[in-house]
Structures are given as C-alpha cells and as structure tokens.
C-alpha cells in the first residue's frame, strides 16, 4: 500500500505528536507490505520464497508386448530425453528427486534394471548409473511397486557431477538382470516415474 | 520481524536524538526485510519475480508393435491432451527431444504440433517442430537421439488455448518401413513446455 504521512507538511515550530504521526505511519507501513510496495518488475528472487520448487515427472515404461522372453539380461528398455536446461547455463539445477516403479507382472522376481542418466553415442546408449533395483517378488500375487528414490533433493543431480551438459541427454531404463518370468503375461507392464525438481526458472 | 522505532513518544521539545533514532531504526529496516513484513495475502505479481517460470513434460511414444510396417509417411502416431484450461496463461514450446531404439534406414521423420480432432479428422493449430528426422546414430537401425530445438522462454513457440479441447501429436512426415521394425522398440518424444506459474 501507499504510505501517506499524517502531516506531509510540519509547522515551523515541529509539534512533537506531528513528528510521532509521521512515525507512526511509516512504522505501520513496514509490518503490512503488499505488492504495490515492490515496483512492478521488483526482481524478487525464488530463493526469496518460501516455496519456490517446481516438480517435473518423467516416466519410463516398458510393456509386455515388446518383450520376446520376458524381462531381459541386458539392453534399453526405456528412454526420455529431455531438457534439463536450454542454451544458457544460468538456470537452476535439475535434480532427481524421486523415483517408483511399479509392475504388473513381476514373474520370479529376479528381473533388475538400472536407471541412467545418459545419451545415445554412435549407435549405443552410454550411461551412467544413478540407482539400481530388483523388481523383487512380495511373496504371492502378480503386482509390486518400490518407492526406491524418495524426496532427495540433493544426492541425485541431473546430469550427474562429472557429465558435460548436452542437448540429447536424459533418463533410461537399462536391463541388469533377466527374469524370464517377468511381463510373461500379455498386458503387463513396467512403469518408472521420476520426479525431477528445480526452482522456478528465469529464463 | 515486526518494525519498532525506540522513540513512539517524543519528549516536549523534541530531542533531536530521539528524531534521529526513529529515522536510524526506520533506514535500518530497509534492507532487512523478510517474510514477516509481507501481509499473509501479499499478492506478489508474476512481474515482481525474477523467476517466474515452470515447466511440465509432455511425453509422447510410439511403439513397433502398433506398427504394420515401420515408420510411416503420414498419420497421427501418437497424441497427448494439452494440459491447462483457457483462463490459465498458454503454455510455450521451448524444447523438444526424441530417442530412438531402432532407427532403420534413417529417413523417417515426423512433426510435432498442436491441434484439435475435428470430426474425425487432425486440423493443426500450430507447428511446433517440423520434418524432425529420426537418424542414424553411426549406422542402419541403431539407436539414437536427438535435440531438435532448445529455446529460453522469450523464443518459444506460443500455444494458445482455444474453446476447443487441444492436443499435441506425432505425425509421420517421411516413411522409413525399417525403422521400428525391432520387437519392443520405441521412440519417445519430449515436448517440454514452460510458462509462469500460475495465481489460480
């Protein structure tokens, strides 16, 4: 809000209750400051407030229908590239900040994976490991889900330390570990989402 | 913190120390501002942020097994509703990135765009990104990605809401039958859209 000053013009012989009006005013202004106290392009930072995160999800699935022999030993099972940042390098950084998978079909439970974070050279994916997991049996039934990266905000930059940034980077799923078992039933499925958070973004 | 000056009252004549200490404690504050000076319903503007902006993933895939022959020439080969509602800012294009696990011969190609299904038909509203070519890593059928544009904000491709429900597709620019030809490969399409957050 506006400050208006009780006595905007003093006498010549200053009255001590016009100066503590004035006071007074200016004191009651600093404890009720709204937008219109901020010029209109004021630049307030994000690290100014409070909640400040934007949260992304990038999801990973693989289906029993692109497998020959259920779950595989090796090979990319999914992929998303994305963009982590634009031309610039001034943006905040991305993080991995959560990650659960699911499964409809979990067959003998031996079936692992990797995920990646990587690109497709020449031909192959090259990757580099940010969390592993078994796509483990819970003793009966045909569903399990793991919740196996959990609100981390800081372990799992992406790209990762050491990684030059790149344009056509991302995210993979890469067979460990096969489980012949595993989305053996038609309509299965393996879902991985990742949540991926940053701060609000100036560019 | 709640602002104070030493000084509510003034003796009788003004001292000018007192003047001075309520000046000093107001001059003080300035600087020193923080949450607990701001009313609890401030109203801060998306122009007063230094960094407004969001982004969300628009993710779109298609698969060799919804294939009859690999990759085809024409046709809507994937498609995502276009999140948000018109009374909301429109959201920009500002990136998009492809992966391909079986690329063939390296000739197919697609289009990214917005648009509406109008009695059973695609009309376009927007070309997002154009004749996107899924090429060869280093040889026939390999993998590959690619970047097919990274822009700030200011550079992107506007899309704008309309009354109609939207949606964003992959549709076949340039036929390749030997890519996606492989059991269980794929190639997945991130749009990624960015705007400034949004009061409601």
Request: one cysteine or more; a negative charge; charged letters at 15%.
């Amino acid at each position: 809000m506006t400050v208006t000053l009780t006595n905007d013009s003093l006498s010549a012989i200053v009255d001590k209750s016009e100066m503590e009006a004035n006071f007074e005013d200016l004191r009651a202004a600093y404890e009720a400051l709204t937008s219109e106290d901020f010029r209109a392009k004021a630049s307030i930072r994000t690290r100014q407030f409070a909640a400040r995160y934007q949260h992304s999800r990038i999801d990973l699935c693989v289906y029993a229908e692109a497998l020959a022999a259920g779950w595989p030993a090796s090979g990319v099972m999914a992929a998303v590239i994305f963009k982590p940042r634009v031309e610039t390098d001034d943006l905040e950084d991305l993080f991995l900040y959560d990650a659960h998978w699911c499964c409809t079909d979990f067959g003998a439970g031996a079936g692992t994976f990797s995920l990646q974070w990587g690109s497709f050279e020449t031909g192959s994916w090259v990757g580099t490991q940010i969390a592993s997991d078994t796509i483990a049996t819970p003793g009966a039934g045909l569903y399990n889900e793991e919740h196996f990266i959990q609100n981390d905000g800081s372990t799992y930059p992406l790209p990762p330390s050491g990684f030059t940034q790149a344009d056509n980077m991302g995210l993979a799923i890469i067979a460990t570990g096969a489980d012949a078992a595993a989305l053996s039933n038609q309509g299965s499925l393996f879902r991985c989402t990742c949540i991926v958070r940053r701060e609000l973004t100036g560019q | 913190m709640t602002a104070t000056i030493p000084y509510g009252t003034l003796t009788d004549p003004i001292d000018r120390e007192e003047i001075m200490a309520n000046f000093r404690a107001l001059a003080a504050k300035l600087g020193a501002l923080d949450t607990s000076d701001l009313t609890a319903s401030a109203g801060i503007t998306v122009a007063q942020m230094a960094s407004p902006y969001q982004d969300a993933f628009v993710h779109l895939e298609v698969r060799a097994e919804a294939l009859a022959s690999g990759w085809p020439g024409s046709g809507i080969l994937a498609a995502a509703p276009y999140p948000g509602i018109s009374t909301n800012e429109a959201w920009k294009a500002v990136a998009v990135h492809w992966a391909c696990t079986d690329t063939g011969g390296g000739t197919g190609a697609f289009n990214v765009k917005l648009g509406t299904f109008v009695s059973g038909n695609f009309v376009s509203a927007t070309t997002i990104a154009s004749s996107v070519l899924i090429s060869n890593g280093a040889a026939a059928n390999d993998s590959n990605s690619g970047a097919e544009f990274t822009k700030t904000y200011a550079n992107g491709t506007g899309l704008s809401f309309a009354a109609d429900p939207r949606s964003i597709v992959i549709q076949g620019s340039s036929a390749d039958a030997s890519t996606l030809t492989a059991q269980g490969s794929f190639v997945h399409v991130c749009v990624t859209l960015r705007r400034a957050v949004q009061e409601s």
